[in-house]
């Protein structure tokens, strides 16, 4: 099994910056992508950036450019750093790992929220 506990959230105003953290534990072996997800109070949930275990990225058109996916060298830890922050950007953000169809984790998430 996989664990995915996020952290780094919070408030921030708008043009800020914060820096996500998805710490895992258990066995990744095989996890074939790393995303970051967030909903946002009465929409859907909504994919915001992929990291492949080929080390490719890709990104919602609404972030590109301000917001950037990494992992440490041992893929323990996955990072979201998200500059210029705006109002639209306040959701729960969700770590998740995917291995294949139907093998997939998740984490609980964390707020942010952006407000002056």
């Known amino acids: 099994q996989v664990q995915l506990v996020e952290s780094g959230g919070g408030l921030v105003q708008p043009g800020g910056s914060l820096r996500l953290a998805c710490a895992t534990s258990?066995?990744?072996?095989?996890?074939?992508?790393m995303r970051w997800y967030r909903q946002a109070p009465g929409k859907q949930r909504e994919l915001v950036a992929t990291?492949?275990?080929?080390?490719?990225?890709d990104y919602a058109d609404s972030v590109k450019g301000r917001f950037t996916i990494s992992t440490d060298n041992a893929k323990n830890t996955v990072y979201l750093q998200m500059n210029s922050l705006k109002p639209d950007d306040t959701a729960v953000y969700y770590c998740?790992?995917?291995?294949?169809?139907?093998?997939?984790?998740w984490g609980r998430g964390t707020q942010v929220t952006v407000s002056p």
């Open positions: 998740n790992f995917w291995k294949n169809v139907g093998i997939e984790y």
């Open positions: 258990g066995n990744i072996f095989g996890i074939n992508a």
């Open positions: 990291l492949t275990s080929s080390s490719t990225t």
